[in-house]
């Protein structure tokens, strides 16, 4: 006769159904009351575009847009953002709203390893949707909470200048 409380195992293995809308799709799915949406993106939705870098907010690499603005998707548990809508890399990419920023980081090389890249196009595409005509002191500032190891910022940085002023000259912001 085991001594072991059963109600615990019980506590470990409930999950919360919720319901969001992801890259425009309506999605509903089970996830574990601590479980983060950076998390839920990537092995429930297979969103893998997000990336869990440092999970504690500090490198970027988890940014997504939540209900419009980019949020740190390792700080959130999936349960806050039930009723949201998110957009990953995968929906900012296939609506075409960031393709003119994704050619530039390609054409000045801004990429290198990649792992940072979704997270720093997440943060360009927010900044450049508030700000028309940011300073380059500006753009450096945006990006103050991303981590690239692999490179310098110059190039990233004169990507996201580059399309700035390309969309001011069309226009308007894409």
């Given amino acids: 006769m085991s001594s072991f409380d059963e109600t615990l195992l019980d506590e470990t293995d409930e999950t919360v159904r919720i319901r969001l809308v992801v890259n425009g799709r309506k999605i509903a799915c089970e996830v574990a009351p601590r479980e983060t949406l950076v998390d839920c993106l990537r092995d429930k939705l297979e969103l893998t575009g997000t990336h869990a870098g440092c999970e504690m907010g500090a490198c970027g690499a988890c940014l997504v847009q939540i209900d419009g603005r980019a949020a740190h998707s390792c700080l959130i ?4 953002a039930d009723g949201a809508r998110i957009e990953t890399i ?3 990419t296939e609506s075409g709203v960031i393709a003119d920023l994704q050619a530039e980081f390609h054409r000045r090389n801004a990429l290198q390893c990649g792992f940072c890249t979704p997270g720093m196009l997440v943060n ?3 900044l450049l949707s508030q700000a028309t005509q940011p300073s380059r002191e500006d753009i450096r500032d945006a990006l103050s909470g991303n981590y690239c190891r692999c490179t310098g910022y110059e190039a990233i940085i004169d990507a996201i200048d ?3 002023k390309a969309r001011r000259e069309s226009g308007g912001a894409t």
């Fill in 124 to 126: 360009a595409q927010e």
């Fill in 162 to 164: 580059a399309v700035a």
């Fill in 90 to 92: 995968e929906g900012l």
């Fill in 77 to 80: 548990f999936a349960v806050q």
